[in-house]
T-cell receptor, first 112, second 117 residues
Framework: AQKITQTQPGMFVQEKEAVTLDCTYD???????LFWYKQPSSGEMIFLIY??????QNATEGRYSLNFQKARKSANLVISASQLGDSAMYFC?????????FGSGTRLSIRP | GAVVSQHPSWVICKSGTSVKIECRSL??????MFWYRQFPKQSLMLMAT?????????EQGVEKDKFLINHASLTLSTLTVTSAHPEDSSFYIC?????????????FGPGTRLTVT
């Protein structure tokens, strides 16, 4: 069975600081993908970044980077230079068996 | 881009009535769409996978007779909550998978907030 675990229910970070959101996963599939989504209070799911299990390099998208450590089964999201608009729920997710499963989420709050 | 719409964005209905939620891919075709439910302060839970022209695949614990899914075309899937009850009040989100792409290219709709009174 596949499982995604986010152990930080909430985090507070000062504006302009970097923040790391933790995500660990478990799967027996040799090929899988890992995502991060942002969900602001409006409810829409915003795709941030994707990492394939066979990708040699960590994925980066602007201020977002994914710290992929395959042996540890972790896929942490790093947001550099946080902004007030980064305040939202963040979900780690994994694709497998033709569907995506989501972690429980981390609520990130950015302090001015 | 790839845009997915949902209609309505919010709905209030009385207990015992049925509610239909539409999910449309506006600028691409999707053979597969997914329906999720999200309770307040919780994660998205996959309810079912909707395939165009065939029966939906429901996740364990989801009543297929209560949550009717119809994927009538390559751009439209509908979720009907039949005989809704207050415990069905939730945020329902759909996503659409673009044809010819890997599963990670899913595009989410803005969600529908259902309140059953």
């Amino acid at each position: 069975a596949q499982k995604i675990t986010q152990t930080q229910p909430g985090m507070f970070v000062q504006e302009k600081e970097a923040v790391t959101l933790d995500c660990t996963y478990d799967t027996s599939d040799p090929s899988y993908g890992l995502f991060w989504y942002k969900q602001p209070s409006s409810g829409e799911m915003i795709f941030l970044i994707y990492q394939g299990s066979y990708d040699q390099q960590n994925a980066t998208e602007g201020r977002y980077s994914l710290n992929f450590q395959k042996a540890r089964k972790s896929a942490n999201l790093v947001i550099s230079a946080s902004q007030l608009g980064d305040s939202a729920m963040y979900f780690c997710a994994m694709e497998g068996a033709s569907k995506i499963i989501f972690g429980s989420g981390t609520r990130l709050s950015i302090r001015p | 881009g790839a845009v997915v719409s949902q209609h309505p964005s919010w709905v209030i209905c009385k207990s015992g009535t049925s509610v239909k939620i539409e999910c449309r891919s506006l600028d691409f075709q999707a053979t597969t769409m997914f329906w999720y439910r999200q309770f307040p302060k919780q994660s998205l839970m996959l309810m079912a996978t909707s395939n165009e022209g065939s029966k939906a695949t429901y996740e364990q614990g989801v009543e297929k007779d209560k949550f009717l899914i119809n994927h009538a075309s390559l751009t439209l899937s509908t979720l009907t909550v039949t005989s809704a009850h207050p415990e069905d009040s939730s945020f329902y989100i759909c996503s659409a998978e673009k044809i010819g792409r890997a599963i990670h290219e899913q595009y989410f709709g803005p969600g529908t907030r259902l309140t059953v009174t």
